[in-house]
T-cell receptor, first 111, second 117 residues
Framework: SQQGEEDPQALSIQEGENATMNCSYK?????LQWYRQNSGRGLVHLIL?????REKHSGRLRVTLDTSKKSSSLLITASRAADTASYFC???????????FGTGTRLTIIP | EAGVTQSPTHLIKTRGQQATLRCSPI?????VYWYQQALGLGLQFLLW???????NRGNFPPRFSGRQFPNYSSELNVNALELEDSALYLC????????????????FGPGTRLTVL
């Protein structure tokens, strides 16, 4: 079963607006990662945040991590049509060296 | 630098047959991971190979197996195919362990879409 869950499952916004996606996980993590998937093809790594970090930025992306709530959020600012994709969080757990993916958020940017 | 490659792109089989999927990691990467992405079920971890050995396995029956070759490429074999095996199979690779943790960034291939009729 999937450990992580993304919220919302689907999100539609106007181009130029900000998009926020949330992710929850269940066990202690070493790091949490966000990936993007276009049209059911391969995943592209976006950003990694370690368990001792609270916030990280990369271009238009901002990721936060709250280990006390076992949650993370991904903010995409000034969205573009090319950001239309599915976004997945993936947790790397202590003592079990594999990534556990969430269920994904399908983001649609309306031009 | 070439990315992770997978072949074939599409594969159509009938129930009971065997399927073989192939993956070539990024040059210099020693770890290869396999995931299954079935419709509505998200990405499920299948197998992890490193230095030719199976290091971890997801909650899948034994008819899902694989191997890693000396050049670090990998094969995923699915025996006795069932209809529910229809999915996108993704391969990912990661470089040699440096930080003490394997589960840093993984680099994904485009996937093989397996259809079982």
């Amino acid at each position: 079963s999937q450990q992580g869950e993304e919220d919302p499952q689907a999100l539609s916004i106007q181009e130029g607006e900000n998009a926020t996606m949330n992710c929850s996980y269940k066990t202690s993590i070493n790091n949490l990662q966000w990936y993007r998937q276009n049209s059911g093809r391969g995943l592209v790594h976006l950003i990694l945040i370690r368990s001792n970090e609270r916030e990280k930025h990369s271009g238009r992306l901002r990721v936060t991590l709250d280990t006390s709530k076992k949650s993370s959020s991904l903010l995409i600012t000034a969205s573009r049509a090319a950001d239309t994709a599915s976004y997945f969080c993936a947790s790397a757990n202590f003592g079990n060296e594999k990534l556990t993916f969430g269920t994904g958020t399908r983001l649609t940017i309306i031009p | 630098e070439a990315g992770v490659t997978q072949s074939p792109t599409h594969l159509i089989k009938t129930r009971g047959q065997q399927a073989t999927l192939r993956c070539s990691p990024i040059s210099g990467h020693t770890s290869v991971y396999w995931y299954q992405q079935a419709l509505g079920l998200g990405l499920q971890f299948l197998l992890w190979y490193d230095e030719g050995e199976e290091r971890n396995r997801g909650n899948f029956p034994p008819r899902f197996s694989g191997r890693q070759f000396p050049n670090y490429s990998s094969e995923l074999n699915v025996n006795a195919l069932e209809l529910e095996d229809s999915a996108l199979y993704l391969c990912a690779s990661s470089p040699m362990r440096t930080s003490g943790w394997y589960t840093d960034t993984q680099y994904f291939g485009p996937g093989t879409r397996l259809t079982v009729l």
